[in-house]
């Protein structure tokens, strides 16, 4: 991430919900869909295929590459696919290139989030090798998630597809809605956080070491971030984020400023809790 922070970088929660009765991803369709529009156009003779865009240095990285997307109106422009789809719930609409707006993504943000389900996954980021990665936005207030497909083709980030729909309820707790309410009510928050929480950070008399300690509860208020309560944002890897699972890790990755947070949150007795706390913020 360093290189997220040194010059070009990533953008500004959550993963994609399932239906936890008959486990089924409500974007699986869309999915198949982007991958059946990719074939299609493999099978297309090249000389009536549309010039396709070169591959620039950003494209090496889906993380530097997504920066400069949302932040270089004519780099976005050329690396959307038009007509784009555009499905709102089971609604399809096509978006022509001449009413294409520019969407900044999280880039006018302090910071975005990322969502794991274990902390393996975390190694995902900065992953050269990948070839299909979508962004997410989860909308805590209206329990909508909007997902934007991307595919790298010939080596360079191509946006194919773009799907809105409601995020499926679960018989869990679903941590989406849990979270709108920790990081608005202080009061449900102090019932959902350990105390003494295990608390992670950059030891300050030297810039290499880590020190590993605990936090009561009034030093994580003193201490804890400021948290989105709005809606979330959220980079698909390929890392998965199930309503099942019994663990989320929430990041809080800075843009441009060197603010790096990471909450670790777990499943017990049906309720989600705050475990530990990591903050290497430089």
Excluded at 76 to 96: A, H, M, S, T, W
Excluded at 145 to 160: N, P, Q, S, V
Excluded at 176 to 205: C, I, K, M, W, Y
Excluded at 261 to 267: D, G, S
Aim: glycine share 4%.
């Amino acid at each position: 991430m360093k290189k997220l922070i040194a010059g070009v970088i990533l953008f500004s929660i959550l993963g994609s919900c399932g239906n936890k009765k008959n486990n089924i991803d409500p974007f699986a369709s869309i999915t198949q869909e982007v991958d059946s529009i990719r074939h299609q156009a493999d099978s297309i003779p090249e000389d009536k295929l549309p010039e396709e865009p070169q591959p620039i240095q950003a494209d090496e990285s889906f993380d530097d590459f997504i920066y400069n997307f949302a932040s270089d109106e004519v780099l976005q422009r050329q690396r959307v696919k038009f007509p784009l789809p555009y499905y709102n719930g089971e609604k399809k609409l096509e978006i022509d290139e001449h009413h294409w707006m520019h969407d900044n993504l999280f880039t006018k943000q302090h910071y975005y989030t990322l969502l794991f389900d274990k902390e393996e996954d975390m190694d995902l980021v900065g992953d050269t090798s990948l070839t299909s990665v979508q962004v997410e936005w989860i909308f805590v207030k209206t329990r909508m998630m909007k997902r934007y497909y991307f595919e790298r083709i010939k080596g360079a980030w191509i946006l194919e597809a773009i799907n809105r729909r409601p995020i499926e309820p679960n018989d869990n707790e679903n941590f989406v809605e849990f979270f709108g309410r920790f990081a608005t009510d202080s009061l449900f928050q102090s019932q959902r956080v350990n105390d003494p929480l295990a608390f992670v950070t950059s030891d300050p008399d030297d810039d290499f070491s880590i020190l590993e300690t605990s936090l009561d509860l009034n030093q994580w208020f003193a201490f804890k971030p400021e948290l989105p309560s709005e809606r979330l944002s959220n980079i698909n890897y390929g890392q998965r984020n199930d309503d099942n699972s019994t663990m989320k890790i929430l990041a809080l990755k800075g843009i441009g400023n060197g603010f790096s947070n990471i909450l670790y949150f777990h499943r017990k007795a049906g309720e989600w809790k705050l475990y530990k706390f990591e903050d290497t913020s430089i």
